[in-house]
């Protein structure tokens, strides 16, 4: 199985329908269209979205070196900056390391055949999906993703612990398995949490919004902070809304899309849409092996992402990322 290499035509935002006769960007642009189109302010009464320019562009630019970048930079948009200039600003290339992933996944593959879907066009299709989802919270004007990151996974992890150890130098310096501490620190945790999460949706000017955030002592783990400017736009995403998000594009995707009977394969042939959905998921990184099976070990059918739907049923996702939005 091959991938059709995408071309680089170094298209500019301007020029955004350059690429609307892209063969290999048609899944890009039905999806793009239903979830990022460009604001009529910017293009009169065209339906149209830049996001499927931009993706173009970041995938020609995570094959280069920061130098070559560069120069391709250079080369479309000339003006006087030094390299050094232009590394400022922080970048955060294409992810595009679960292609063999994607590719050796026969059961996969068979149910993306069994839609009738073109390999190549999906394979863009999943990895503009993938970004357009990391580009929200990848602000540097927030909290850093690692410190934060880490917090969500403790939070989340000390609701399923039974004991809890720390270590000094190497060595056990406290370890305890009552109950009542471990729910009283997820208390304390949660309560951190979800203050943090009011002082960022609340509707305060930039002033008061850094005034709370001194109050709970959080200064010290934002990154910037003199320009807060943007505060109240920039999320963090756990996984779970990741997933969410996710699913809700590819069902949409789907939505008018019937798989057919594969005679030529022997194996049974997964047909079902949350189960395409769910390997897909699987195949970014968003879960384990768990995602990938459709029958669990005690052979009943994977129930994991309808479940998480259901969860998710009425809350709304943030509109707002620094890349894909203008």
Request: proline share 2%; glycine share 2%.
């Amino acid at each position: 199985m091959i991938i059709e290499e995408l071309q680089d035509r170094k298209a500019l935002l301007h020029e955004f329908d350059l690429l609307r006769d892209e063969p290999l960007l048609e899944y890009v642009w039905e999806v793009a269209l239903e979830f990022n189109e460009a604001p009529s302010t910017l293009v009169g009464d065209v339906k149209t979205s830049f996001a499927p320019t931009i993706f173009a562009n970041r995938y020609a630019e995570s094959k280069l070196t920061d130098e070559e970048r560069y120069a391709r930079h250079m080369e479309m948009y000339p003006k006087e900056e030094s390299f050094e200039e232009y590394m400022e600003d922080k970048y955060k290339k294409l992810d595009t390391s679960f292609k063999d992933k994607f590719l050796s996944n026969q059961d996969l593959q068979y149910t993306i055949e069994a839609f009738g879907l073109d390999v190549s066009k999906l394979w863009y299709l999943l990895l503009f999906v993938h970004d357009y989802i990391e580009d929200f919270g990848s602000s540097k004007l927030t909290l850093l993703d690692t410190t934060w990151q880490e917090l969500n996974k403790v939070n989340t992890k000390l609701e399923e612990a039974t004991q809890i150890m720390l270590k000094k130098n190497g060595r056990k310096s406290y370890e305890t398995e009552r109950k009542d501490i471990m729910k009283l620190l997820k208390t304390a945790l949660d309560y951190y949490v979800n203050t943090y999460k009011n002082i960022m949706e609340d509707d305060l000017t930039e002033e008061e919004r850094l005034e709370k955030l001194k109050g709970i002592g959080l200064l010290n783990y934002i990154d910037d902070w003199s320009h807060l400017v943007n505060l109240n736009i920039n999320y963090h995403l756990d996984p779970s809304h990741k997933k969410w998000y996710f699913t809700k594009i590819f069902l949409s995707f789907l939505k008018n899309r019937k798989a057919r009977n594969l005679p030529h394969v022997k194996k049974m042939v997964s047909t079902d849409k949350y189960m395409f959905i769910s390997r897909l998921i699987y195949t970014v990184g968003y879960h384990g092996k768990e995602y990938n099976k459709e029958y669990n070990e005690k052979g009943n059918k994977n129930r994991m992402l309808s479940n998480l739907l259901r969860k998710y049923n009425n809350e709304e996702f943030p509109t707002i990322a620094s890349r894909y939005y203008i």
